[in-house]
């Protein structure tokens, strides 16, 4: 889904299933007024496939003929690609095409949610980069006010994401190693790196950007609580729809809690984050 000012830009198709694009003149009554300094216009793009990036491509085109000279941002929680961040040999780069395509569109600011690694603020112009589990974090401590946050220990499921959270939450932490069946892609076994006295009777929050099937973070909880853990939660930035089962179980019952940004929109608000920008 693209919306302009908050205006879905798709208002239905036509016969031929082209896309039927909402009037001009509805979107030009959202528009920056002329006297405001900067007068800026926001673009968003909740991800749902690649037709979004197309119709994204359509309605910028109409605004820079329309307005040249207004400002535009860019809003896209969630950025497709995000995970093809290197040349494999094996897969297309396909990241750094999709960069391509949104920065040849010249906005002036561009803001995400939780980049997969640090490869997607380097690839984007004007990039700004939010992490909602910081608003998380936060918002549990002042929910508990003369408390500290409730948790002991943050819990980082393999090697990159403790690389990445680590530099960014100021608070103890420990993370696993998971082994892969190279054929079949299947997770073998799953160890955590830390001794029992560092995880016995320890409230865990295990953190990581995105969540498939739910498979590590499952394997990640089961470790836990056989080495003594007293809770474990988990925050995901970016839950993908395949894993709605996971999340609605709470992996049968493995985790307490699961949190999430839900930057695709597609759960309940029950356990959801709100994501605040205002900071980028």
Request: aromatic content about 12%; charged content about 30%.
């Amino acid at each position: 889904m693209v919306t302009f000012n908050g205006v879905n830009v798709v208002q239905g198709r036509f016969p031929n299933n082209e896309v039927d694009y909402v009037s001009a003149n509805r979107l030009k009554a959202t528009c920056s007024a002329p006297f405001e300094d900067p007068c800026w216009d926001e673009f968003k793009v909740v991800y749902e496939n690649n037709e979004d990036l197309f119709n994204l491509q359509v309605i910028k085109k109409w605004w820079d003929d329309a307005y040249p000279n207004n400002w535009a941002r860019l809003v896209i929680d969630f950025f497709p690609y995000g995970q093809m961040d290197r040349d494999t040999g094996s897969h297309l780069f396909s990241l750094k095409y999709v960069a391509e395509i949104i920065n040849d569109l010249n906005f002036r600011a561009v803001y995400i949610c939780d980049p997969h690694s640090n490869v997607l603020p380097a690839l984007l112009k004007h990039c700004h980069v939010n992490y909602p589990v910081e608003d998380y974090l936060e918002g549990e401590y002042y929910s508990n006010p003369g408390e500290e946050i409730p948790y002991d220990l943050m819990f980082y499921p393999d090697n990159g994401a403790a690389k990445k959270y680590s530099e960014i939450i100021n608070l103890p932490y420990r993370f696993g190693n998971k082994k892969r069946d190279l054929k079949t892609g299947e997770i073998v076994s799953y160890e955590v790196i830390a001794e029992k006295e560092d995880i016995k009777d320890k409230r865990i929050l295990i953190i990581d950007d995105i969540c498939a099937g739910g498979r590590t973070f499952r394997e990640a909880a089961t470790a836990l609580r056989k080495m003594g853990a007293k809770k474990v939660d988990l925050y995901i930035t970016h839950m993908m729809p395949q894993s709605k089962d996971f999340y609605n179980s709470n992996a049968d019952g493995i985790i307490d809690e699961i949190h999430t940004a839900d930057t695709l929109k597609i759960f309940s608000k029950k356990k959801v984050i709100e994501i605040d920008m205002s900071g980028c």
